[in-house]
């Protein structure tokens, strides 16, 4: 488990950087946001560790800058020079924490162990749209409408009678679709299409 820390006081990156790698994860740390941005550009797993005031770009304008960059990190700010407003800020714009120095060390562990889940479940979603995607494309119009209808929970009958087909042709592009989208049930087709509409695939 990867944590960037990313901080220009070079007392605070020893001390951070030896605690994290004695309780268990592997550190890499930047002394400056520009740094960061160049040696981690595309980064795509694990959690970040920011200090809010540095020299040259701040934590809060490394942040707004992550996703220009296609990184998806779970951001913890930490800083001996925190105010609410600057907290606020930063929560919303998806920061996990805002932590004020000096730090508590059980603090800090049980917001890095939240960023983390948050991390997984970004990427267990990220995933489940790449493979959606690659489901929903082979998909026909008719069997789109079909599964929308279904999906809906009207029955064979209900949307043979709504589209004026059989309801032979209704069963087949329904079993075509779940086939199609690796659904083994109608609740889990129900959850495969919330993620494609939610992804704009349908």
């Known amino acids: 488990?990867?944590?960037?820390?990313?901080?220009?006081?070079?007392?605070v990156r020893h001390a951070l950087s030896h605690f994290l790698e004695e309780s268990g994860y592997s550190v890499r740390s930047y002394p400056s946001a520009e740094i960061f941005l160049e040696e981690?550009?595309?980064a795509v797993e694990g959690v970040m560790l920011l200090d809010q005031r540095m020299t040259g770009m701040s934590g809060?304008?490394?942040?707004s800058e992550l996703p220009k960059r296609g990184i998806d990190?779970?951001?913890?700010?930490?800083s001996g020079h925190g105010d609410v407003q600057t907290s606020v800020k930063a929560i919303k714009s998806g920061?996990?924490?805002?932590?004020?120095?000096?730090?508590?060390?059980e603090v800090l562990l049980a917001s890095i162990k939240e960023a983390f889940s948050r991390f997984n479940f970004r990427k267990q979603y990220r995933d489940s749209v790449v493979e959606m995607k690659r489901h929903s494309a082979c998909l026909?119009?008719?069997?789109?409408e079909i599964m929308q209808h279904v999906v809906a929970g009207l029955s064979n009958r209900e949307i043979a009678k709504l589209l004026d087909l059989s309801n032979r042709t209704i069963e087949v592009h329904r079993s075509r679709a779940m086939k199609k989208m690796g659904a083994e049930s109608i609740p889990d087709l129900v959850l495969k299409y919330d993620v494609c509409e939610?992804?704009?695939l349908l």
């Open 1 to 11: 488990m990867i944590i960037h820390l990313v901080d220009d006081d070079a007392v």
């Open 140 to 144: 026909t119009k008719r069997e789109k």
């Open 40 to 42: 981690a550009d595309g």
């Open 198 to 200: 939610k992804a704009g």
């Open 60 to 63: 809060i304008e490394l942040q």
């Open 95 to 105: 920061a996990i924490d805002f932590i004020e120095k000096p730090i508590s060390n």
């Open 73 to 78: 990190l779970p951001v913890i700010f930490i």
